[in-house]
């Protein structure tokens, strides 16, 4: 499997199947898909919980399969709102906490989790946000190019929360609101995530208001 995103400002994901490989995309990501791929609206079977589990982290029960069955390679396109961030889960053996409805496809299927932050729900993003486990690459609706923060034990940063992607789950526990009457002022709002190290967080390049 090969997958390239392409564009700027505005990005979408070139993905090129094998024969008999699978890829998979959040209902609505699509944008084309060659002849020789099947696609498959699966229905995420796991009871009560799982559909639970889906609907509160801003997901739909159903999940979309792209399976090449032709001999050749086959391509597809799938496209977020506006970019996409790429995040390998295997170096993220805890997952990843992301915001709420911020999947769009992944190379291998994902179990996708709610997660219930105070922190986020004072800050004014909610709740709710999604944790996301599993194996392959996972990619997340973004705007612009999203930047890398690698945080050290005993460091903390404060991110703005509506610039906030996600982050290994891990550093869940050391989110915290910072309420400040300065930053209200500044026009960041009254309070942004505290998160302490050792934390690695992606946070979009583009101040999103």
Do not use: W
């Not at 996409?84 to 053996?93: G, R």
């Not at 729900?121 to 944790?131: A, H, P, V």
């Not at 300065?182 to 390049?205: C, D, H, T």
């Amino acid at each position: 499997m090969n997958c390239k995103v392409i564009g700027y400002d505005f990005k979408s994901l070139e993905v090129q199947l094998q024969p008999s490989e699978r890829f998979f995309c959040e209902r609505g990501a699509l944008i084309y898909h060659e002849g020789g791929i099947e696609k498959n609206v699966k229905v995420i079977d796991k009871g009560i919980t799982g559909i639970l589990k889906r609907t509160l982290s801003g997901e739909s029960m159903f999940l979309v399969e792209l399976l090449n069955t032709s001999p050749a390679v086959r391509k597809l396109m799938v496209a977020g709102k506006m970019g996409l961030l790429p995040v390998e889960l295997k170096l993220f053996p805890n997952g990843i906490i992301c915001r709420k409805g911020f999947y769009i496809a992944s190379s291998k299927e994902v179990d996708i989790d709610f997660s219930l932050n105070m922190s986020s729900f004072i800050s004014g993003t909610g709740l709710i946000m999604q944790k996301i486990t599993g194996e392959g690459t996972v990619f997340l609706d973004s705007v612009g190019s999203a930047i890398c923060l690698d945080v050290p034990h005993g460091d903390s940063v404060f991110v703005d929360e509506k610039s906030f992607l996600c982050m290994d789950g891990n550093a869940q526990n050391r989110m915290s609101s910072s309420f400040s009457g300065r930053g209200l002022l500044g026009g960041e709002g009254l309070s942004m995530f505290q998160i302490g190290g050792p934390a690695k967080i992606y946070v979009n390049s583009v101040n999103v208001k």
